[in-house]
């Protein structure tokens, strides 16, 4: 069965910074139709950034989305016509002041398929050197290091619920063989 959803219609509902919100009329592949909210957010990069004692850089920051401080890997969102590896790079480097020497791709994500239009791209980043940071001006957080094997416990045991954190973490777990 050819499960693809034919566009009706489409009513915009809001337009935003970061993401644009439409509701759209779909036919499905029974010939009813349906609706769709969705939500089309700017594309984003994370990074797993790991230093010579295999101790992860992450950062803790107020999410006020969820009301509460996440723990996190570096992450952001693509400038428009960036290349994912520059941003990941610029996010890394920004939120932690980390220059890596090696950098690899840990593939991409989607965070919400079912109704946000967002691709995460994840990578890896060893061999740090530390340099200053560049916060944005509205960016608040703190950098802490957390054990690798920690932090695939806590990704594990659900303490950690930052998909993308929990993404990079066990795929490098894997990956790696860590």
Not at 85 to 96: D, F, I, S, Y
Not at 129 to 141: C, I, N, S, T
Not at 142 to 147: A, D, G, I, Q
């Amino acid at each position: 069965m050819d499960l693809t959803e034919k566009l009706l219609r489409r009513e915009d509902k809001y337009k935003g910074i970061l993401m644009d919100v439409h509701v759209d009329t779909v036919e499905l592949p029974n010939g009813g139709t349906s609706l769709r909210e969705v939500a089309d957010h700017t594309d984003g990069v994370a990074v797993l950034p790991l230093d010579e004692r295999n101790n992860v850089l992450v950062v803790s920051q107020y999410r006020y989305v969820f009301g509460r401080t996440t723990l996190e890997i570096p992450a952001g969102k693509l400038d428009e016509g960036e290349e994912p590896a520059a941003g990941a790079l610029r996010e890394l480097k920004e939120e932690t002041g980390a220059v890596p020497d090696v950098f690899l791709p840990l593939g991409r994500l989607l965070p919400s398929p079912g109704c946000f239009g967002e691709t995460l791209h994840l990578f890896l980043a060893r061999g740090l050197r530390m340099e200053a940071q560049h916060l944005d001006p509205d960016e608040f957080l703190n950098v802490e290091r957390v054990p690798f094997d920690e932090m695939v416990h806590r990704c594990v045991s659900s303490e950690i619920e930052d998909a993308k954190t929990v993404a990079a973490v066990l795929r490098a777990k894997v990956l790696l063989n860590l």
